[in-house]
């Protein structure tokens, strides 16, 4: 809240899942790859195969190029983008878990020397030795899991945390074990359909053996994560599993990314059985890439889910997505938000605009843009929304746009009521004047129902999960601030609307 | 000065005392610093030596990069693994000030992974993917080097720019003025200098070990080429440190002076460790192996001595902003001694694996 605000074109909430969704995919292989190479390196030595070992061999070296480099190297950058587009939130985790994040510093030490060393002693010591190394390798990158799970898994279930402040409380929160699992199931599949590529470099008759013995792992690492994926699921606070779950989700595309994820899975499955199980022979590099993404995608699916259900928080019941802290909304309401970020105060002056300007970026701009990503313009009523509401001609879309601006304020009410409700569409041409006081009373309206969602986590203990159910916007920040700003976020609000919005077939945006 | 434009500290407090905190800083940021040298230094010199050569494979320079290259493939991969514990140790003293300069820089700071990114895999290239000879071999050295020297820039913009809080209004406006400070570029040559001159002295010591086992004339042109780069860069680095302090602002300069013996301590003992470092130097025509180690050894003690000087100069940058707060501490001692343990057994591992590595070689059927 009191940090300067970055805003990459983009949004940075999409910023940072193009980096995330990357490292997570290659760091998982990084950790399962170390467990199927030692295994593969095992096999050969034991079995006397030297095919497994070339397995190894060639998969140390995509794992030397994708983990030691990329993996490393986006690691630090979840770092660096999420200490950009939320600095607050980065703090907060590192001043509660930074002797976790500490050990697993220990556990990346072990692992990135293990990797290094384990390439390069190829035909130059013992096998005995050498497999001591793949294994020592292994141990370094599944402790590094166990450990950062802990972290990610308390952002969203913090559990008895948010009661005792404790270490343990926290690391060891509802979602930590359906967490491990889910994730040793993905680092499987991970590893298998990257090592797949290594394996089609085999001679010819060796490939079908090579193939079986990754589908296997493959099937068994995605059966793995569905398991740990419904644990985790059934895990989840009510209120967020209300948000993509039941009947009527809160958030459709939540509930559409976790369809996507699960039907991904079941992909990933099927392929696993049909092309590496059942006809290995028939495996070419372009059903590789098949195979691949489709692992990608339930995998991509899940972290975007997990980052999603998280909403409105950053750490749930402590931090919101824009950096402001539960405890902070009285001070906030009291104070003014200006108050407590001198970066907006500074930028703000004295105009009413300018000042709702700077509420907007402090409280809004983590998540919506002015007009890229969650853009305002799509999200503020126009007179093209009511003309629609109001014409008979065009039901359809009259559905749509009640669904999508009216539904979470009027309830209980339809969309052939509210058109009822307006003046009709000459009405409106005729005098946009009292149509644009309509517009603005609906946005003041909606900051009014942010606002006052503020009482209700105000009230709550401070020490457990806030219930959620019977608020206009759950997945929403409350708003914070003295109604002198909230009066001023109208303002700016009102402005990016421009003149074109109140008149009705001027495309209205 | 813009006194409100400083983020409150964190609300939850810090799991142990600072003292904990700055010594874990200092010491993981020397090890870092061990790689970084190598990663940056090494990559500069061997792209000049490269091009000096002229592509002839047999040359001792080009030798000497392919070398270096071989060393980097692992001293890049270490430097960012070690980067991250002094990253996180700052982050918690220090989070106030650095999250605030990263934001103000923005794309400059997020650049600093694409450089990385684009520096490391240039670096495979030319390892992995270039021929021995020829212009495309130099062109992805030189691209290495360039990105690993964006890098270096871009550290020390966020390290001025975090330490000058009066400094912020402005940045936020034009994040390049921090390339206007007067001890930007030579706080950056005096990091760029030590690079080379540290990554030198290891391809010269390494040169003569390999002697001892073959090809003495072109270790022995790689020890004699590497140690002339030690001695200039050292000569340079002195005239640099001076040219440094001079330009560091009066409050900075004046509690270097008057620090006391916690200060003077390091200063001293990194300053008399480079003018020790320049007579040895100067007085070695022919470098030989026990001489060399020696200068290694004293090599890596200024540069501990200047990693604690570095850390104190940033303390006395913030010294009028830090006064302002308290840091709150709830010491939770379980936890860091589980890391103590973890740590100790954890290199401990390490190093029983690479003993088991070094003493258990192989060839032919019997190895792996």
Not at chain 1, 446 to 475: F, I, K, N, R, W
Not at chain 2, 237 to 254: C, E, K, R, T, Y
Request: net charge positive; aromatic share 10%.
């Amino acid at each position: 809240m009191d940090y300067p605000v970055w805003n990459p074109v983009m949004g940075g909430g999409v910023l940072m899942a193009l980096v995330a969704v990357t490292h997570v995919i290659v760091s998982h292989f990084a950790v399962g790859g170390g467990l199927l190479i030692a295994v593969a390196e095992t096999v050969g030595v034991r079995r006397r195969d030297p095919e497994y070992r070339e397995l190894a061999r060639r998969s140390s070296l995509v794992l030397i190029l994708f983990s030691t480099v990329f993996g490393a190297i986006s690691g630090v950058g979840i770092w660096v983008t999420a200490g950009l587009i939320a600095p607050a939130a980065i703090s907060a985790l590192i001043h509660t878990y930074v002797w976790a994040w500490a050990v697993e510093w220990v556990f990346f030490i072990l692992e990135i020397v293990a990797a290094l060393v384990y390439y390069t002693t190829w035909d130059r010591i013992s096998k005995g030795a050498h497999l001591l190394v793949g294994w020592l390798y292994f141990v370094g990158a599944y402790g590094s899991l166990v450990v950062i799970n802990g972290i990610i898994a308390f952002m969203l279930t913090p559990g008895k945390w948010l009661e005792t402040h404790r270490f343990w409380d926290g690391f060891f929160n509802p979602t930590y074990w359906p967490g491990v699992v889910l994730r040793s199931g993905i680092v499987l599949m991970m590893a298998a359909v990257f090592m797949v590529f290594p394996a089609l470099k085999a001679r010819a008759g060796a490939r079908p053996r090579l193939l079986r013995f990754l589908g296997w792992w493959l099937a068994a690492g995605t059966l793995l994560a569905y398991g740990g994926f419904r644990w985790w699921e059934a895990n989840l606070l009510p209120t967020t599993r209300r948000l993509f779950l039941g009947a009527s989700p809160l958030l459709p595309k939540l509930a559409a990314t976790r369809h996507f994820t699960l039907w991904s899975m079941a992909a990933t499955l099927a392929l696993a059985l049909v092309l590496l199980l059942g006809l290995p022979r028939r495996m070419r590099a372009a059903l590789a890439v098949i195979v691949a993404l489709a692992a990608f995608s339930s995998f991509a699916g899940f972290e975007r889910l997990r980052e999603g259900v998280r909403k409105p928080f950053l750490i749930q019941g402590y931090m919101f997505a824009n950096g402001l802290r539960v405890g902070q909304i009285s001070e906030a309401n009291e104070r003014g938000v200006l108050a407590l970020s001198g970066w907006a105060a500074h930028r703000a002056g004295e105009d009413p605009v300018s000042v709702g300007r700077q509420v907007f970026v402090t409280e809004c701009s983590a998540c919506h843009t002015v007009d890229g990503y969650q853009a305002m313009g799509r999200v503020l009523p126009t007179a093209d929304d009511l003309a629609a509401l109001v014409t008979a001609a065009r039901p359809t879309d009259a559905r749509k746009v009640f669904a999508a601006q009216c539904v979470r304020c009027h309830r209980d009410s339809s969309a052939s009521e509210m058109a009822e409700s307006l003046p009709t569409a000459q009405e409106m041409r005729d005098d946009p004047e009292s149509i644009q006081d309509l517009l603005a009373g609906m946005v003041e309206g909606t900051l009014d129902q942010l606002h006052e969602m503020g009482d209700v986590y105000v009230q709550a203990s401070g020490t457990q999960p806030v219930d959620t159910t019977a608020m206009s916007h759950p997945y929403m920040p409350p708003l914070a601030g003295t109604p002198a700003e909230m009066e001023a976020l109208a303002a700016y609000l009102e402005g990016l609307q421009g003149p074109a919005a109140f008149e009705p077939g001027n495309g209205g945006r | 000065m813009l006194p409100n434009l400083i983020p409150a500290p964190d609300a939850i407090p810090m799991p142990g005392p600072a003292w904990l905190f700055q010594f874990l800083l200092v010491f993981t940021f020397f090890l870092h610093l061990i790689f970084v040298n190598l990663a940056l230094g090494g990559t500069l010199l061997a792209a000049v030596a490269r091009v000096a050569s002229g592509g002839r494979a047999h040359d001792p320079r080009s030798v000497l990069a392919s070398r270096m290259v071989a060393i980097n493939g692992y001293g890049v991969s270490l430097a960012i693994t070690t980067g991250v514990a002094p990253l996180l140790f700052m982050q918690v003293l220090y989070g106030q000030y650095f999250y605030t300069a990263t934001i103000l820089l923005g794309w400059i700071w997020f650049g600093l992974l694409v450089a990385l990114m684009i520096g490391y895999y240039a670096l495979y290239l030319y390892k992995f993917r270039s021929a021995p000879e020829g212009a495309p071999a130099t062109l992805w050295l030189v691209l290495s080097a360039l990105m690993f020297l964006a890098v270096a820039m871009v550290q020390v913009m966020v390290s001025l720019l975090h330490a000058q809080p009066g400094r912020w209004a402005a940045a936020m406006e034009r994040p390049w003025v921090m390339l206007a400070d007067p001890t930007f570029f030579p706080r950056l040559a005096h990091f760029v200098l030590a690079a080379v001159g540290f990554s030198a002295l290891v391809v010269c010591w390494w040169a003569l070990r390999q002697a001892r086992r073959g090809g003495a004339a072109v270790e022995t042109g790689i020890a004699a080429y590497a140690w002339k780069w030690v001695m200039w860069a050292i000569v340079l680095q002195i005239a640099d440190g001076a040219l440094l302090m001079s330009l560091s602002p009066h409050g900075v300069l004046s509690g270097l002076m008057r620090g006391g013996a916690a200060v003077h301590l390091p200063l001293t003992l990194g300053i008399v460790a480079g003018l020790v470092l320049l007579v040895l130097l100067v007085r070695v025509r022919t470098p030989a192996p026990g001489r060399v180690t020696a200068v290694l050894l004293l090599y890596l003690a200024s540069m501990a001595a200047m990693t604690v000087t570095r850390h104190q100069v940033r303390a006395l940058y913030l010294r009028e902003a830090t006064a302002r707060f308290q840091l709150p501490q709830a010491p939770e001692w379980g936890i860091f001694l589980l890391f103590a343990v973890l740590l100790a057994a954890g290199l401990a591992t390490v190093a029983w694996m690479v003993h088991r590595v070094l003493t258990s070689p192989a060839a032919g059927e019997d190895a792996a």
